[in-house]
C-alpha cells in the first residue's frame, strides 16, 4: 500500500500563485511515476502533470497548464510538489497526488494510489 497525503491548497486570485505538495508513504517503489490529476465540478477527473521517480525525472504536462505549472520531487523526503503560476479560474478544481507504474498524459499503467484531494479556487 501507498498512502499519499496532498497539502497548499486554496482560496486564490487570477494571476496568483500556489505550491500543492504531496507526501508518500507506505511500499513506494521508485520505479512509479508520481502526478498530478484534478477534477471540477460537473468533469471527469483529468490528468494535469507527472514525473518519474528515478533518473533524471521526466515530466509530462498537460497542454491547459504548460509553461503556468511546474512539477518537481524530493527524493529524501519522498515529496512531489506542483508549482502553479498564472493560475486562472477554470483551474478551479480538487487536485489530486497519484502513484502509479506510469502515468502519462492519455493514459495510466499499473495500479494507481489516490490522495484525499486538496481544493484549489481560483477568483475572477
Known amino acids: 500500500q501507498v498512502q499519499l497525503g496532498e497539502s497548499g491548497g486554496g482560496t486564490v486570485q487570477a494571476g496568483d500563485s500556489l505550491r500543492l505538495s504531496c507526501v508518500a508513504s507506505g511500499r513506494t517503489s521508485s520505479s512509479n511515476d508520481m502526478g498530478w490529476y484534478r477534477q471540477a465540478p460537473g468533469k471527469e477527473r483529468e490528468f494535469v502533470a507527472s514525473i518519474s521517480w528515478s533518473g533524471g525525472g521526466s515530466t509530462y504536462y498537460a497542454n491547459s497548464v504548460k509553461g503556468r505549472f511546474t512539477i518537481s520531487r524530493d527524493n529524501a523526503k519522498n515529496t512531489v510538489y506542483l508549482q502553479m503560476n498564472s493560475l486562472k479560474p477554470e483551474d478551479t478544481a480538487i487536485y489530486y497526488c497519484?502513484?502509479?507504474?506510469?502515468?502519462?498524459?492519455?493514459?495510466?499503467?499499473?495500479?494507481?494510489?489516490w490522495g484525499q484531494g486538496t481544493q484549489v479556487t481560483v477568483s475572477s
Open positions: 497519484s502513484n502509479a507504474y506510469r502515468l502519462l498524459p492519455d493514459r495510466r499503467i499499473g495500479y494507481i494510489y
